[in-house]
């Protein structure tokens, strides 16, 4: 028999920007948090900021702070925010910065240690320059994260998902899984990609689907969540209860 540990946290990564990574990592707070789980967002670079009650913020940061059970602040939750909505390294050299990699991780250990699970999410799609020699994934990578791949329903997706597939097995890092999200309810085929997914990364790669979330009117972590599939989450994750140690998962 063999047993293995519960991972503390995951890497949400997408098929592209704009295809629901904020929205399914606010729902998978809310999922640890309805476990009793004490649970923070980590937005570790974010582009593109509003005024928001008289500070600039980023709409993902505030969201994925609000989704956290964990008590946590904006600053914690994004440590690198820049205000022009473009690539984050131009976006910081526009503001004479940089993107410090140690000190992201620093961060993303210290919420780690704080909390019973850490809700990482990337920024574009996995491999987002953040630096001369340096990518988001590599912040997966530093954490130690398995990954989980949102899949944007949308034209174009499977090969995004085949591509980010294996570029996340090329790090060595697991596929948790990958949650299909329907953002164009005018898609063509939904019901075929749906299936060729279930193939390609299902059965052919061994990666769970951790749920296929509908179009919504509102999509709210609550809404969302109702379409996790709950059996596979707590095979990837458990849910433990605060505070409690992570118990090891037999495996027959
Ligand atoms: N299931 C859904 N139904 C309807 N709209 C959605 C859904 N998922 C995401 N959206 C919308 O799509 C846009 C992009 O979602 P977001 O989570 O911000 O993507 P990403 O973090 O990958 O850039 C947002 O306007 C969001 O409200
Ligand atoms: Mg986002």
């Known amino acids: 028999m063999n047993a293995r540990t519960l991972p503390k946290g995951c890497f949400v990564t997408g098929t592209d920007t704009g295809v629901g990574k904020t929205r399914i990592s606010a729902a998978l707070l809310h999922w640890m948090a309805l476990g009793g789980q004490i649970a923070a967002g980590f937005k570790p670079v974010a582009a593109g900021t509003s005024l928001i009650e008289g500070r600039r913020v980023n709409e993902d940061v505030r969201r994925l702070r609000e989704a956290s059970s964990a008590n946590v602040t904006d600053g914690e939750v994004g440590p690198f925010q820049f205000d022009a909505a473009c690539a984050p390294h131009i976006a910081a050299a526009l503001e004479g910065r940089s993107i410090d990699r140690e000190a992201i991780l ?7 240690a704080r909390s019973d699970f850490l809700v990482v999410e990337g920024v574009g799609g996995f491999c987002v320059p953040l630096g001369p020699d340096w990518d988001s994934s590599h912040i997966a990578c530093g954490l130690a994260l398995p990954v989980i791949l949102v899949i944007g329903l949308r034209l174009g997706c499977l090969n995004h998902a085949l591509l980010t597939a294996e570029a996340i097995e090329a790090r060595h890092l697991p596929l948790a899984g990958w949650v299909v999200n329907s953002i164009d309810p005018g898609m063509a ?6 299936f060729t997914l ?5 059965q052919r790669q061994q990666a769970p689907c951790l749920g296929v979330v509908p179009w919504l009117g509102n999509p709210c972590p609550q809404a969302i969540a109702a379409h996790l599939n709950d059996a596979a989450l707590r095979s990837a994750f458990g849910r433990r209860e605060s505070g409690a140690p992570a118990a090891p998962l037999d495996l027959e």
């Open 189 to 194: 085929y939904p019901a075929q990609t749906l």
């Open 106 to 112: 620093e961060a993303g250990r210290a919420l780690l």
């Open 198 to 202: 279930q193939h390609e990364l299902g």
